[in-house]
C-alpha cells in the first residue's frame, strides 16, 4: 500500500512570494494546470481515491485529480493544514525565513505540532483507506516536515504539485508498523540528501 503527498498547485501568494500558511488562498491557473499536471504524472500508477486538506487551494488542486484520474474523492481532513504563521501570514516569505531561519517564527506553531498533526492524519488516513493507495494533497511545511520525520534528516522544500510517496510496511509479527519514505518531489529519497537516509520510524512517533 502507498500514499503520494502532492503539495498544491500555485496561488497568488505563492507568486507573490507571501506566507500563505493557514490562510484560505485559491488556486490561480498556474496552480491548477500544475493539478492537471500532477494528474497526468499519476495516470496508470492504481491510484484509488484522493484525500485532502481542507484549505481551498488543496481541495481544488484533490478535485481536479480525482476528476482527471476517474477516482474516488475523499474526504477533507483538518490534520493536513498547513502550518499557522500567525500575524506573519500575508507578509513576505523569504524576508521572514531570512530573518527567521531556524523557522522559530513568532507567533506561529511549532514545527514539532506540525509534524504531530502530519503522523496524526497519516494515521487517520491509514484508518480509513489502509488497504488502498491513495494520494493525499496538502501543504509544503506539513509534507517536508512529516517526511523528515519519517526519513530521520532534513528534507528539501516541497514544490507546488509535486508528488512524494510514502510506504506502509507491516511489522510482520517483529515490531509496529512503520512508514519508508521512497521519494521526495519526484526523486528516490536518496537522491535527495547527501547524507546517509534513515527511511524508517514507528508510526506513531515524531523524530527528533
Not at 505563492?14 to 498556474?30: A, F, M, T, Y
Request: proline share 5%.
Amino acid at each position: 500500500m502507498t500514499f503520494a503527498f502532492i503539495r498544491h498547485g500555485q496561488t497568488d501568494w505563492n507568486r507573490d512570494d507571501k506566507l500563505q500558511g493557514s490562510s484560505d488562498i485559491p488556486l490561480n491557473e498556474v496552480g491548477r494546470q500544475q493539478a492537471r499536471d500532477a494528474a497526468a504524472l499519476l495516470a496508470d500508477g492504481g491510484w484509488q481515491v484522493v484525500v485532502s486538506s481542507p484549505l481551498l487551494r488543496a481541495r481544488e488542486t484533490a478535485e481536479v485529480i480525482a476528476a482527471q484520474l476517474g477516482i474516488e474523492l475523499g474526504p477533507s481532513y483538518p490534520g493536513f493544514v498547513e502550518r499557522d504563521y500567525g500575524s506573519l501570514e500575508g507578509t513576505s516569505s523569504s524576508e521572514t525565513m531570512a530573518r527567521w531561519p531556524h523557522r522559530d517564527y513568532p507567533g506561529a506553531e511549532s514545527l514539532n505540532s506540525v509534524v504531530s498533526r502530519g503522523l496524526a492524519g497519516l494515521a487517520s488516513v491509514w484508518a480509513d483507506f489502509g488497504d488502498r493507495d491513495v494520494v493525499i494533497v496538502c501543504h509544503g511545511t506539513i509534507i517536508r516536515y512529516t517526511l523528515a520525520a519519517l526519513a530521520g534528516h532534513p528534507i528539501d522544500g516541497i514544490r507546488n504539485g509535486s508528488i512524494s510517496t510514502l510506504e506502509h510496511a507491516s511489522g510482520g509479527g517483529k515490531g509496529p508498523a512503520r512508514w519508508e519514505v521512497l521519494t521526495v518531489n519526484g526523486e528516490p529519497l536518496a537522491s535527495t540528501t547527501t547524507e546517509q537516509p534513515s527511511t524508517t520510524v514507528d508510526a506513531p512517533g515524531i523524530a527528533g
